[in-house]
């Protein structure tokens, strides 16, 4: 068998995939699997008794015909060693042969995909005149979020609260370049009253008990939550008027939950077919509460592999049509 091509992350960045292309592909894939083409299995996951954890999500598609596969482990004692906390890698394989197709750089492609996630439900969850982002961690996906949210709405504003310092200059810089007015907060709560949209992304390590309120959003805002409610008062979680998840199947077997299941509206996949609503009125508080979600990863890495080998796999043979 030939060598299977991996993606790095620079090669990714050449493709020059869009936000807007990652949201298109999705919200057709999403449509897909009302369709029966397209599959995902639930998450899987192991925590070990030192602290690591390992995932793995799994989804495939007949178009393109493709078996997507991604495996991570987050680590904290990894910046000791020089590392990112996460590291993992993303298996392509033909959907119909089971042939190896390529392998992606999964740290690159999360940072991508995930707030594509997030786009497509804060566009039907957020008022369209959303000009005050606030983000709740500044990492890798806050920057990221940044950049996906300029696609989509009006900004002038941003404020940041964070656990580290560098990382809040680092965003505060991304965001002083993209001619937006930066807020530097002294607490959560400073960053989220009157913000239109609240981006939280706390990283699982290290822990922090929860430090955010749901009270504190002014009437019309939205919260895209990406961090499994870790730093969320669930018991606050009332004060939403909506609440989207991502995936209701995979959320009837966890045995913490997202939220109140009486207080979830739908899923993602609910939200983009018209099953449940999206903003009902311009004074609703909503929110997309997600772990992660499977169809993120099919919908980039189909988009990438096909974008880098068009119908070949560089050196390996394959049908017309495939992954």
């Given at each position: 068998?030939?060598?299977?091509?991996?993606?790095?992350?620079?090669?990714?960045?050449?493709?020059?995939?869009?936000?807007?292309?990652?949201?298109?592909?999705?919200?057709?894939?999403?449509?897909?699997?009302?369709?029966?083409?397209?599959?995902?299995?639930?998450?899987?996951?192991?925590?070990?008794?030192?602290?690591?954890?390992?995932?793995?999500?799994?989804?495939?598609?007949?178009?393109?015909?493709?078996?997507?596969?991604?495996?991570?482990?987050?680590?904290?004692?990894?910046?000791?060693?020089?590392?990112?906390?996460?590291?993992?890698?993303?298996?392509?394989?033909?959907?119909?042969?089971?042939?190896?197709?390529?392998?992606?750089?999964?740290?690159?492609?999360?940072?991508?995909?995930?707030?594509?996630?997030?786009?497509?439900?804060?566009?039907?969850?957020?008022?369209?005149?959303?000009?005050?982002?606030?983000?709740?961690?500044?990492?890798?996906?806050?920057?990221?979020?940044?950049?996906?949210?300029?696609?989509?709405?009006?900004?002038?504003?941003?404020?940041?609260?964070?656990?580290?310092?560098?990382?809040?200059?680092?965003?505060?810089?991304?965001?002083?370049?993209?001619?937006?007015?930066?807020?530097?907060?002294?607490?959560?709560?400073?960053?989220?009253?009157?913000?239109?949209?609240?981006?939280?992304?706390?990283?699982?390590?290290?822990?922090?008990?929860?430090?955010?309120?749901?009270?504190?959003?002014?009437?019309?805002?939205?919260?895209?939550?990406?961090?499994?409610?870790?730093?969320?008062?669930?018991?606050?979680?009332?004060?939403?008027?909506?609440?989207?998840?991502?995936?209701?199947?995979?959320?009837?077997?966890?045995?913490?939950?997202?939220?109140?299941?009486?207080?979830?509206?739908?899923?993602?996949?609910?939200?983009?077919?018209?099953?449940?609503?999206?903003?009902?009125?311009?004074?609703?508080?909503?929110?997309?509460?997600?772990?992660?979600?499977?169809?993120?990863d099919l919908a980039f890495a189909a988009l990438?592999?096909?974008?880098?080998?068009?119908?070949?796999?560089?050196?390996?043979?394959?049908?017309?049509?495939?992954?």
């Amino acid at each position: 068998m030939a060598k299977v091509p991996f993606l790095s992350g620079t090669a990714i960045d050449a493709l020059a995939i869009t936000g807007r292309d990652v949201m298109d592909m999705i919200e057709e894939l999403l449509a897909r699997r009302d369709r029966g083409t397209v599959w995902w299995a639930d998450k899987s996951m192991i925590r070990t008794p030192d602290g690591r954890y390992m995932m793995s999500v799994m989804a495939a598609a007949d178009d393109p015909a493709c078996l997507v596969v991604k495996s991570l482990i987050v680590n904290d004692r990894n910046g000791a060693r020089g590392l990112p906390a996460l590291n993992g890698l993303i298996m392509v394989l033909d959907g119909d042969t089971g042939v190896p197709v390529a392998t992606l750089d999964a740290n690159r492609v999360t940072e991508l995909r995930t707030p594509a996630l997030s786009c497509v439900a804060a566009l039907r969850l957020c008022r369209p005149d959303t000009s005050i982002a606030a983000f709740v961690g500044c990492g890798v996906q806050a920057r990221s979020h940044l950049d996906a949210y300029m696609e989509l709405f009006p900004l002038h504003t941003i404020r940041l609260f964070g656990r580290g310092r560098p990382n809040i200059d680092r965003l505060a810089r991304l965001g002083r370049d993209r001619g937006l007015g930066v807020e530097i907060c002294d607490s959560p709560r400073q960053a989220v009253e009157g913000a239109d949209i609240v981006t939280s992304t706390i990283t699982l390590y290290p822990p922090v008990p929860p430090f955010l309120d749901a009270g504190w959003l002014k009437p019309g805002a939205c919260a895209v939550i990406t961090d499994s409610s870790l730093p969320w008062f669930r018991e606050t979680f009332g004060a939403f008027d909506r609440i989207i998840i991502d995936d209701m199947q995979q959320e009837a077997g966890m045995a913490k939950k997202l939220a109140d299941p009486d207080m979830v509206s739908g899923d993602l996949a609910d939200l983009v077919a018209g099953r449940t609503g999206g903003r009902g009125s311009p004074e609703e508080r909503t929110a997309f509460n997600f772990r992660s979600h499977p169809v993120g990863d099919l919908a980039f890495a189909a988009l990438a592999v096909t974008r880098a080998f068009g119908n070949s796999r560089g050196a390996m043979d394959r049908s017309p049509g495939t992954c």
